[in-house]
């Protein structure tokens, strides 16, 4: 019971500490795309597997999170959907469109919670044991992250340098798009509202 108490009582501190340095919230959330993935068989591919930087559209990669892993042609296929939650979303490296060079989804299904990852190879699918936001992201009623770019860019790129220098990720959580953006020597956090796409804060 001791081990327990100090253990939560750590993973407070860490989150508190993440907060008060105005930092992304989901920042400690934050698995390699590279390190855990199998890859799994599901018969999709993406983009040219020889072209390491290609990204990845988001609208084309969503409507496929439900199926992630199975064969469509099975029965348990006809209602994955009314079953499927998705609960996180990340995107690594995006471009001045909102394309990524991958995505990953954190998908609970009744059986399992997985980590859903979509980059130039294609579809890996794994067992997720780490922690998650309860409230679920239905992609239906979000503006995509093409969207958010086309308004909000002059926020998200307020040069001209701003669009080929530095690196990009995207989080969404709890109705909320978390974008870091790092380079030129600083970090900014910029949160907006996933459902209109309005910015809500920035460190700027």
């Keep these: 019971m001791r081990k327990w108490a ?3 009582f750590f993973l407070l501190l860490v989150v508190a500490i993440v907060v ?15 390190a855990t993935h199998t890859k799994v068989d599901a018969g999709f591919v993406i983009l040219n597997q020889s072209d390491e930087f290609a990204r990845v559209n988001f609208e084309d990669i969503a409507p496929n999170v439900p199926y992630a892993g199975i064969n469509r042609e099975d029965n348990i296929a006809e209602n994955i959907t009314e079953t499927t939650h998705i609960q996180l979303i990340r995107g690594y490296n995006l471009d001045a469109t909102g394309n990524a060079s991958s995505w990953i989804f954190v998908v609970r299904q ?11 190879s294609g579809e ?18 979000i503006v995509t992250p093409r969207e958010l770019f086309e ?5 998200i790129f307020p040069a001209p340098l701003a669009i080929t220098s530095g690196s990009r990720e995207l ?7 978390y974008l870091t953006i790092t380079g030129q020597g600083n970090t900014r956090h910029l949160v907006f509202d996933a459902k209109t796409g309005a910015l809500i804060s920035s460190n700027d």
Excluded at 124 to 141: D, F, H, L, M, R
């Design 6 to 8: 100090y253990g939560f």
């Design 20 to 34: 008060m340095m105005g930092g992304n919230p989901l920042s400690f959330f934050n698995p390699s795309p590279q």
């Design 110 to 120: 009744p059986e399992q919670v997985s980590l859903v990852t979509y980059d130039h």
């Design 124 to 141: 890996k699918v794994n067992a997720w044991q780490g922690w998650y936001p309860e409230k679920e992201i239905i992609t239906s009623q």
């Design 151 to 155: 308004k909000n860019r002059e926020q």
């Design 171 to 177: 989080a969404l959580a709890e109705g909320t798009y």
